[in-house]
């Protein structure tokens, strides 16, 4: 039907391709089949499915064609992303695909409930186009944590995509899906969409309900939409976000100006604040590089830039590795052997109960989940707690009046997303505090749980990789970020004469692995 062929139709954004769909230029199953085609091609090598929804997909992509084919009411009333599929990032729960968390503890489960998220995705006809590789539980910042083998950033296959969802954001630069969610709990939306030249977006926090996404540390967890486009972060969140009751943190706000805002993007006048302590030292020399033409750009449209500092957010990284373990320790006590996925019986002994449980975690958990559950442990003993926990929840108390102060003195800051490019798959593997050193400037927004989007600013000189560049806003103010990225990303785009994600290498064609798609059996 479609004159495009597969190619160019992969690389539409959401919103080219619902325009097309709503047109009936394409049918939602070629548009579906396009991208599971392409799935299969190329995942291969990078790895971003834990599983392919392949018959399920096509299935909601056909209705969706039956019922703009029959026009009428029905068809009027179907959503603008109704039949534009999305990857979904397999920490959030699905029914009829399995849910790993990334973890061999959870391998062939299957949740007998939706997420929120999901019901909304289905309530809008959008095709599930499966589940996205991550770190376990998301912890992470490579998805080399994932005890379903690393993903690879497409950019360079030996680099990683980002963590936790490095899944997601690989699958959107690889053109494998135009859409996918993922979750925010110190930046795994943002950083994979930094090192992947894709755009991430944290919303506020309660902005998206939570229901059903597997709880890393609930007080900074965020479900969000990664995208190529501006525009299409917006696009998704207004389908995934609003009030929910199964979820007691949701807000009340409609959040129904996102589109609308990226779609009249405006700076004039607007005060956009550097934070002194986000960039320059420990930022690698492209970053910066990319991160100042990004500035000088916003001051042409019309911005005003000024200088803003954070002092407390050098505590930041400190009080969020014992804030998440904490909670981390707590969410995860559930994992027991006996209610979900793996169970382990010590091999001799006797079978109490305490030893199953044992024995399972000792199996079910690799080794960062471990080291994390046990620091969270340690901080909230007794003769700790006030310590460790109440200190760090000090800082974190800080670190919201540090914002307060800023956002008196500018309408959004701007800093670096992270510190580097994509490093090398191996390179922090076996030095923990260097892969937490990378979510140094995504964190302060998830202590403060005010929104931050990622978007692409430009490739480093060193290294050619994609280098992102971050928005942050107050809490509730998400509209104000997707009216600063879109004129960014507009000004950007004329720059380079097209999206970023033109100039990534060709993945050369791959037959899928088996081992890509091992995890909780068939697709
Ligand atoms: N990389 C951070 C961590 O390891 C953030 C993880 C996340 O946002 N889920 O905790």
Redesign the pocket.
């Known amino acids: 039907m479609t004159e495009l062929n597969n190619s160019e139709l992969i690389r539409l954004s959401a919103a080219q391709l619902a325009v097309k769909l709503a047109a009936r230029e394409v049918t939602s199953v070629e548009v579906t089949q396009a991208y599971l085609d392409r799935i299969a091609d190329v995942d291969g090598q990078v790895n971003a499915f834990l599983h392919v929804n392949a018959e399920e997909a096509l299935a909601v992509a056909a209705e969706v064609d039956a019922i703009r084919a029959a026009g009428g009411a029905e068809a009027e009333e179907l959503h603008e992303l109704a039949g534009v599929p999305i990857a979904v990032k397999d920490l959030i729960v699905t029914i009829g695909q399995p849910t790993t968390a990334g973890s061999k503890i959870l391998e062939g489960w299957h949740s007998p409930y939706d997420a929120t998220v999901i019901k909304k995705l289905r309530a809008a006809k959008m095709p599930i186009l499966g589940k996205t590789n991550l ?1 376990e539980f ?4 490579s998805t080399e944590h994932s005890a379903y083998g690393p993903t690879r950033n497409p950019w360079d296959l030996d680099r990683i995509p980002g ?3 490095g899944g997601s954001a690989a699958a959107v630069a690889a053109f494998e899906a135009p859409l996918a969610l993922g ?7 943002r ?1 994979p969409g930094a090192v992947t030249g894709t755009v991430g977006m944290k919303p506020t926090y309660g902005a998206v309900s939570r229901y059903g996404a597997i709880a ?2 609930s007080s ?2 965020q479900i969000g939409p990664v995208s190529r486009t501006v525009l299409d972060s917006a696009l998704l969140q207004e389908v995934i976000g609003g009030h929910d009751p199964f979820d007691s943190t949701s807000l009340t706000d409609p959040f129904d100006t996102l589109v609308a805002a990226a779609k009249t993007g405006n700076v004039k006048g607007m005060k956009i604040g550097i934070v002194k302590e986000l960039h320059g030292e420990g930022y690698q020399a492209g970053v910066e590089n990319r991160f100042n033409e990004s500035l000088e750009l916003l001051k042409e449209a019309g911005a005003e830039i000024v200088e803003v500092s954070c002092p407390n957010f050098k505590y930041a990284l400190g009080a ?2 014992l804030i ?1 373990p904490s909670e981390v320790s707590s969410n995860l006590a559930k994992f027991d052997g006996v209610r979900y996925g793996l169970r382990v019986l010590p091999k001799d002994g006797p079978m109490t109960i305490e030893r199953v449980m044992g024995a399972t975690r000792a199996a079910g958990f690799g080794d ?1 989940v471990k080291r994390r559950i046990i620091l969270g442990t340690y901080a909230l003993s007794a003769g700790y707690y006030d310590a460790y926990y109440g200190s760090a929840q000090k800082v974190r108390t800080l670190i919201q009046r540090d914002f307060d102060a800023a956002f008196a003195q500018a309408d959004v800051l701007i800093s670096p997303t992270a510190p580097t490019t994509a490093f090398r798959l191996g390179e922090k593997l076996d030095d923990p505090l260097a ?2 050193l ?2 140094v400037a ?2 302060p927004a ?1 202590m403060a749980g005010i929104p931050g989007l990622s978007l692409p600013g430009g490739l480093a000189d060193e290294d050619g990789l994609p280098v992102g560049i971050q928005l942050l806003a107050p809490a509730r103010e998400d509209a104000r970020l997707y009216r600063v990225g879109a004129v960014l990303e507009s000004l950007l785009e004329e720059k380079w004469g097209g999206p970023l994600l033109a100039q990534a290498p060709e993945l050369k064609n791959a037959a899928l692995g088996t081992a890509s798609n091992s995890a909780g059996g068939s697709n």
């Open positions: 770190d998301a912890m992470g910042s963590g936790s969802g979750t925010d709990t110190g930046g795994s939306i950083q890393m540390a900074l967890d969020y590795y998440m960062e892969m937490y990378n979510d995504t964190i998830n």
